[in-house]
């Protein structure tokens, strides 16, 4: 039948304008027949080919390439897009109906060597058909899939991961069939594909493409093979492509840039990526091809195993059974979308009436031919069946309580991700939950009350299943991590309140620290205690939120007492650190500085001893200040460290600016918890801090020799030094070599004297002229050494003759 008079496609093809071929036959009905009755407005496919000189030459070079997919699914027009042909498609205006009957074919008109021939076969799951429309659809898609070098699978991307709407079963039995039928003397491979439609990216091609490989080799596995091909693999008859096509409504242009890519796939033969390659070429002459599609829909439609039986000639026993696996089987089937959702760790909800569903349905599918036979022998087979059934509802059913369980404990744990997330009911940055114990309540009833709900959905009516169990456990389980959370949020809670405190404390603490008067623990001790009694208040609310016994409030003020103070001490000790600045701070405040806090000019009338000692005792009474803490009132006195007047042996004061006095730990029993630093960690800050002082000492004796040497020459010296070196000055004046030399050693004089730097310079070359003459000395004893003990010294031939 020609297509004049059809719904046309859309001008807006994307495609050249090229002669669009008008040859567009019916060749199978739609009752199945083959075509053959002619007249002016229907060919048959017979005449349309005898017509084509130049495709009944081709010989072997040509494809045969076939669509398979859902009615209304868009075939026609892609095939129209891709291949420049004419096939009726659906005007969507005038309603969602089928368009095309049986199966049509045409051939492409492409700007292209290569020569196809174009098969549009009849949707799948059509209202038209009613019951008989799988029958049918097996048919033609198992003739498509024969003729085919390249079969088409159009299908929708939503379709994926179902059995019946992607026509997973579909594709069984025409693998099945094929393999029966045709491939027992043929290595032939036919290219599979799948054009998935309305992809818009969300879900990775590559995904699909593995998800819909996986059901094809599962489709595989449960073939009913022929012996010789038992252990074969879908891959060893059937090559497999992917591609998607994008919405053709809401993204047209996509849609036809798409389409233009995957058609210039049909026509670069010398590309990579070509498809219609000729290893998938049938080797069927082209002027045989009309024979042999007649012997291959004539084999198909003969062939019982594609029909249900309709004849039931059997006993009861062997029928019955027959009823119940092919009632069971479709349960299966059925099941399976459930199955696979529970396999993959999802709750499948509404599994009990679903469950119901099911089993009455495969028990009515059952009943139907069941009753025409021995009433007795069909009641028992339909016990069994039952049983068989609930069986297999059961094992799911104990794997969605078993994933019920875990999703309720994710269930709790959100609604405490969420409340600890949730600012009005967390303090901000502590993950403090308020009135826990009214919160904890709730979310056990609320966890509880999902299981509950899930699990009771989950039953199959009247099947008497029991989850108690399950539920008493899900119950402990909660309990106990309530408990562990409470543990967790009482130990924040008390981090929480030490952090408030020295929150309070840290400024005030840094101040008093910093200026280290006599009454610092004092000062310490009461803003402790302040801040203690004020949040101690907030602390026994909090705790009693947590429906903690009194007892238990108690001990825990007292530990947070306690914490407070090592958290103090731990404070201190990190202030400590800073003590040799403090103390070096204060040493220059009383020695370097005078009483108005200017620098210091000493005079040979100032007691550098004396000012030396105070000024370094008072910066050496912050070793004893921050050595150990002092909080009770009876403390505030207490020395750790105190002074040994009778040790040491370094001299007196005046002489080297080394105390007699040295540090020694207080006689006094003390507490080792109030410890921050250690008598050895305090005598080595004394003896870092003496040594570094001595410099300061030294200098200031220093400055005062210079002040004392600064008198002048008296007259008498100079008019003899111009007498008696009255010829040493003339003979430097007329040598240019002691004449620059002279300027250069009195220029530096000059200089250091200006800088007051002729003391430190003279005591540097003192030290420097020590250490040279030190080495000059260790170089003669060795050389006096490797004399005595060398064998030809004169020494050691002495030796030997004595």
């Known amino acids: 039948m020609s297509s004049t008079g059809e719904t046309e496609q859309s001008t807006s093809t994307g495609i050249p304008p090229e002669q669009i071929v008008s040859e567009i036959v019916q060749f199978i009905d739609h009752n199945g027949e083959i075509v053959k009755e002619e007249n002016d407005q229907k060919k048959s496919f017979l005449s349309c080919l005898s017509e084509r000189a130049d495709f009944l030459t081709r010989g072997f070079d040509y494809s045969v390439i076939a669509i398979l997919g859902p009615q209304s699914s868009g075939k026609s027009t892609l095939l129209n897009l891709l291949f420049n042909t004419k096939f009726a498609v659906m005007d969507s205006v005038s309603g969602r109906r089928q368009t095309t009957q049986g199966v049509w074919m045409g051939i492409a008109n492409m700007n292209s060597p290569e020569t196809y021939l174009i098969l549009d076969v009849e949707g799948t799951d059509g209202r038209e058909r009613g019951e008989d429309e799988k029958a049918f659809e097996r048919k033609t898609s198992l003739f498509s899939l024969v003729l085919s070098s390249v079969l088409i699978i159009n299908m929708w991307v939503h379709d994926i991961g179902r059995y019946n709407a992607a026509n997973i079963a579909l594709l069984k039995t025409v693998f099945e069939l094929n393999l029966q039928l045709f491939q027992k003397k043929s290595s032939h491979k036919t290219l599979l594909l799948f054009i998935i439609r309305d992809h818009d990216g969300q879900t990775p091609l590559d995904q699909l493409k593995t998800t819909l490989l996986q059901d094809i080799n599962n489709v595989w596995t449960e073939l009913s093979k022929p012996k010789e091909y038992v252990n074969s693999k879908v891959a060893d008859f059937f090559d497999f492509e992917f591609t998607s096509l994008p919405h053709k409504v809401y993204c047209p242009d996509q849609f036809l840039e798409q389409a233009s890519l995957l058609r210039n796939r049909f026509l670069e033969a010398n590309s990579d990526d070509f498809i219609p390659k000729k290893q998938y070429r049938h080797d069927i002459p082209a002027d045989g091809l009309y024979q042999y599609s007649n012997n291959v829909w004539e084999t198909i439609k003969t062939n019982k195993d594609l ?422 000055f003339m003979a430097i004046l007329m040598n240019p070599l002691y004449l620059i030399m002279a300027i250069l050693i009195g220029t530096g004089a000059f200089v250091l004297h200006k800088l007051h730097l002729s003391a430190p310079f003279i005591d540097m070359a003192s030290r420097l002229l020590v250490d040279v003459m030190n080495k000059i000395k260790d170089v003669v004893l060795q050389v006096e050494h490797l004399s005595t003990h060398h064998p030809d010294s004169r020494d050691s031939i002495k030796k030997k003759n004595d």
């Open 307 to 728: 029909d249900l039986p309709t004849q039931k000639e059997m006993l009861a026993l062997f029928r019955c059974d027959e009823f119940v696996e092919a009632s069971y089987q479709q349960f299966v089937v059925e099941l399976k979308p459930i199955r696979e959702k529970i396999e993959k760790g999802r709750i499948y909800e509404g599994f009990g009436d679903k469950g119901k569903q099911l089993l009455q349905a495969c028990l009515e599918s059952y009943d139907q031919p069941a009753s025409r036979y021995h009433a007795d022998t069909a009641a028992k087979k339909r016990s069994g069946l039952s049983d068989r059934v609930l069986l297999e509802l059961r094992t799911l059913f104990n794997k969605q309580m078993e994933k019920l369980y875990e999703k309720s404990i994710d269930f709790y744990k959100n609604l405490v991700q969420e409340t600890v997330g949730t600012k009005k009911t967390a303090e901000s940055g502590s993950q403090l939950i308020t009135h826990y114990s009214v919160w904890a309540k709730n979310v056990k009833q609320s966890t509880i009350d999902y299981y509950s709900a899930i699990a009771k959905d989950s039953v199959v009516p009247d099947a008497n299943w029991d989850y108690s169990q399950d539920l008493q456990e899900l119950e402990e389980k909660i309990t106990n991590e309530l408990e562990t959370l409470k543990e967790n949020q009482l130990n924040k809670l008390a981090k929480f309140m030490r952090d408030i405190v020295f929150q309070q404390i840290g400024q005030p603490l840094v101040k008093i620290t910093e200026q280290a008067r006599d009454d610092m623990w004092k000062r310490i001790a009461e803003l402790l205690s302040d801040a203690l009694s004020k949040n101690e208040i907030d602390y026994r609310k909090r705790l009693q939120d947590f429906d903690v016994k009194e007892e238990t409030i108690e001990d825990t003020i007292k530990t947070f007492r306690s914490n407070a103070r090592d958290q103090l001490r731990q404070k201190m000790k990190e202030r400590s650190e800073f003590l040799p600045l403090r103390m070096r701070k204060r040493f220059e405040e009383c020695f370097s500085l005078d009483d108005k806090k200017l620098p210091r000019k000493w005079s040979k009338h100032d007691d550098i001893g004396t000012i030396f000692e105070e000024a370094r005792f008072n910066a050496e009474k912050l070793i004893d200040l921050f050595s150990y803490m002092r909080l009770n009132e009876d403390e505030y006195e207490f020395t750790f460290f105190t002074y040994d007047e009778a040790s040491g042996s370094q001299g007196s004061s005046s002489q080297s600016g080394s105390s007699s006095k040295s540090f020694v730990p207080s006689a006094v029993i003390i507490d080792p918890e109030n410890i921050i630093l250690s008598y050895e960690q305090g005598v080595t800050l004394v003896d870092k801090f003496r040594l570094d002082t001595k410099t300061d000492y030294m200098n200031a004796l220093n400055e005062i020799s210079r002040s004392a040497s600064t008198g002048g020459v008296p007259g008498y010296m100079i008019l003899l030094l111009c007498v008696l070196g009255f010829n040493e």
